[in-house]
């Protein structure tokens, strides 16, 4: 069964706070893309990564930064976590292609006060 | 640039009743069109899949969708709702790069 985990499934963080959120998928795919899904707005994606230590800005990267060392796990992190940073992030993966299915994590509901 | 436009946000059907859940993308080539479906405290799960040959594609859970290009549609249908199909419903499109971009989203309330 193909899998992609999302080390928790609700956090609840300081302003200013530092924050890592931790994406792992055992399909060896090469993309995995970090969203962020907000009611009434949907899906929006905040990175992507195409390969080991690559990445690429999707449309709202500001107060977001990525890591991805190796090819299985993709961090997303708030380096000063605001409170209109509270939100339900999603992380997924993909083997290459435009007609490729995503393959989804059960998402992190994350709550700055 | 691409984009994807769900014009309902909110739908509520009968138990038994039959679905069309709307979706219209912007893309100037043809589109990579997938539907997602993610029940409540979920990720997403994909539905179905189009990106050529016959226009009208069978998915799972009784889904199935029909892409129009003179529409620049791709409308998610099922014949009989179960109480089971609550969930949210998102329209996605891919195109020119690997990236999914998603429309905002259909909840479905299903009543008895």
């Known amino acids: 069964d193909v899998k992609v985990t999302q080390s928790s499934r609700y956090l609840v963080k300081r302003t200013g706070e530092k924050v890592f959120l931790e994406c792992v998928q055992d399909m060896d795919h090469e993309n995995m893309f970090w969203y962020r899904q907000d009611p009434g707005l949907g899906l929006r994606l905040i990175y992507f990564s195409y390969d080991v230590k690559m990445k690429e800005k999707g449309d709202i990267p500001e107060g977001y930064s990525v890591s991805r060392e190796k090819k299985e796990r993709f961090s997303l992190i708030l380096e000063s976590a605001s409170t209109n940073q509270t939100s339900m992030y999603l992380c997924a993966s993909t083997s290459p292609g435009l007609n490729t299915e995503a393959f989804f994590g059960q998402g992190t509901r994350l709550t700055v006060v | 640039a691409q984009s994807v436009t769900q014009p309902d946000i909110h739908i509520t059907v009968s138990e038994g009743a039959s679905l069309e859940l709307r979706c219209n993308y912007s893309?100037?080539?043809?589109?990579?069109l997938f539907w997602y479906v993610q029940s409540p405290g979920q990720g997403l799960q994909l539905l179905l899949k189009?990106?050529?040959?016959?226009?009208l594609v069978q998915g799972i859970k009784g889904f199935e969708a029909e892409f129009k290009r003179s529409q620049s549609s791709f409308n998610l249908r099922k014949p009989s709702v179960h109480w089971s199909d609550a969930a949210e419903y998102f329209c996605?499109?891919?195109?020119?790069?690997?990236?999914?971009?998603f429309g905002t989203g259909t909840r479905l309330q299903v009543f008895p």
């Open positions: 996605a499109v891919a195109a020119g790069t690997d990236k999914l971009i």
């Open positions: 189009y990106f050529s040959g016959d226009t």
């Open positions: 893309y100037g080539a043809t589109p990579y």
